[in-house]
């Protein structure tokens, strides 16, 4: 009987002994094989650490990065093929969707001042939605950073703008007529800001005109055109050069200083209510703002 508990007793301890072998050598917890109880914790804070970086990947970088166009090193080679680029794909007056360069979503402020920096270029995704991720620009592509920086500066002027109260005003154009802050209340203003000797202003005035023409039976837009020149020059220049607006000469103080505009052309939407709906730097930019306003929608006005 004492043998037989003997030998009960050595099986017993041969079994504990096996598994706390086992199990602290070969047995796997949590994903990570354990060497031993002393050897190597290093070796287990290393592999847990692993794991904590696998997870903590932000899932909005990695699928941004997935929509990011292979052909980006393509664009950035050069300025004439960013700029072809730069037409085709952005609208930084547009309401898209913004993202930081991790492709975390941020707001469209932020967005427009880090490119004022001249250090990030904004390039838009593979994706069904207007969104822009910033991308890091490096030192061997200084020219085409100047010229992001440049358009950012001016939208990003206008962004701040936009939802202000527009400046009080009492204009008379070059046929007499007064338009005022209180006569043109409770109407949408389409404004443009120019001068003669501006070329990209003068090229955009047949399809201002077109657009004139669209709009004009609408009883509440009305538009205005501020420009820089005396009255005189103006009435001869507008001889040669058809443009529909009602012209007020003589508002360069005003552009400059009252609207701290410094880009010609400029266009302002300006609602109901007298506030900046939208500004914008070119005609394509204004008809494309038109188009998207929803409030109001001036293509169902008055029907």
Same mark, same amino acid.
């Given at each position: 009987?004492?043998?037989?508990?003997? *030998? #009960?007793? +050595?099986? &017993?301890?041969?079994?504990?002994?096996? %598994?706390?072998?086992?199990?602290?050598? @070969?047995?796997?917890? =949590?994903?990570?094989?354990?060497?031993?109880?002393?050897?190597?914790?290093?070796?287990?804070?290393?592999?847990?650490?692993?794991?904590?970086?696998?997870?903590?990947?932000?899932?909005?970088?990695?699928?941004?990065?997935?929509?990011?166009?292979?052909?980006?090193?393509?664009?950035?080679?050069?300025?004439?093929?960013?700029?072809?680029?730069?037409?085709?794909?952005?609208?930084?007056?547009?309401?898209?969707?913004?993202?930081?360069?991790?492709?975390?979503?941020?707001?469209?402020?932020?967005?427009?001042?880090?490119?004022?920096?001249?250090?990030?270029?904004?390039?838009?995704?593979?994706?069904?939605?207007?969104?822009?991720?910033?991308?890091?620009?490096?030192?061997?592509?200084?020219?085409?950073?100047? *010229? #992001?920086? +440049?358009? &950012?500066?001016?939208?990003?002027?206008? %962004?701040?703008?936009?939802?202000?109260? @527009?400046?009080?005003? =009492?204009?008379?154009?070059?046929?007499?007529?007064?338009?005022?802050?209180?006569?043109?209340?409770?109407?949408?203003?389409?404004?443009?800001?120019?001068?003669?000797?501006?070329?990209?202003?003068?090229?955009?005035?047949?399809?201002?005109?077109?657009?004139?023409?669209?709009?004009?039976?609408?009883?509440?837009?009305?538009?205005?055109?501020?420009?820089?020149?005396?009255?005189?020059?103006?009435?001869?220049?507008?001889?040669k050069n058809e443009f529909r607006y009602p012209v007020i000469a003589n508002q360069k103080n005003f552009i400059e200083n009252t609207l701290e505009i410094s880009h010609l052309p400029t266009h302002i939407i300006i609602d109901e209510e007298g506030y900046i709906e939208k500004m914008v730097g070119s005609v394509e930019e204004l008809k494309e703002a038109l188009n998207k306003m929803s409030a109001p929608d001036i293509s169902e006005m008055n029907q």
């Amino acid at each position: 009987m004492k043998n037989l508990l003997i *030998t #009960i007793v +050595t099986i &017993a301890a041969g079994f504990g002994i096996t %598994y706390y072998v086992l199990d602290r050598v @070969f047995i796997p917890k =949590n994903g990570i094989n354990y060497v031993s109880s002393t050897e190597s914790s290093s070796s287990e804070s290393s592999s847990m650490e692993i794991e904590e970086d696998n997870t903590s990947s932000p899932k909005a970088s990695s699928i941004a990065n997935e929509m990011l166009p292979e052909d980006i090193d393509n664009y950035l080679a050069s300025e004439e093929n960013w700029n072809v680029y730069y037409d085709e794909n952005i609208d930084l007056s547009s309401n898209f969707i913004a993202l930081n360069t991790e492709g975390e979503e941020i707001d469209k402020s932020d967005f427009l001042s880090e490119l004022t920096s001249g250090d990030f270029a904004p390039i838009k995704l593979l994706t069904g939605e207007e969104m822009y991720q910033l991308y890091e620009l490096d030192d061997s592509q200084s020219t085409i950073a100047e *010229t #992001i920086k +440049t358009n &950012a500066d001016i939208t990003y002027s206008y %962004y701040t703008k936009e939802g202000t109260k @527009f400046p009080d005003f =009492n204009f008379v154009d070059l046929n007499g007529t007064k338009f005022t802050s209180a006569n043109t209340a409770e109407k949408i203003i389409i404004m443009k800001c120019w001068h003669m000797n501006d070329k990209p202003s003068i090229s955009e005035f047949a399809t201002l005109n077109d657009l004139y023409d669209e709009y004009e039976a609408y009883e509440d837009v009305l538009f205005l055109s501020l420009a820089f020149d005396s009255a005189s020059k103006l009435q001869k220049f507008l001889i040669k050069n058809e443009f529909r607006y009602p012209v007020i000469a003589n508002q360069k103080n005003f552009i400059e200083n009252t609207l701290e505009i410094s880009h010609l052309p400029t266009h302002i939407i300006i609602d109901e209510e007298g506030y900046i709906e939208k500004m914008v730097g070119s005609v394509e930019e204004l008809k494309e703002a038109l188009n998207k306003m929803s409030a109001p929608d001036i293509s169902e006005m008055n029907q």
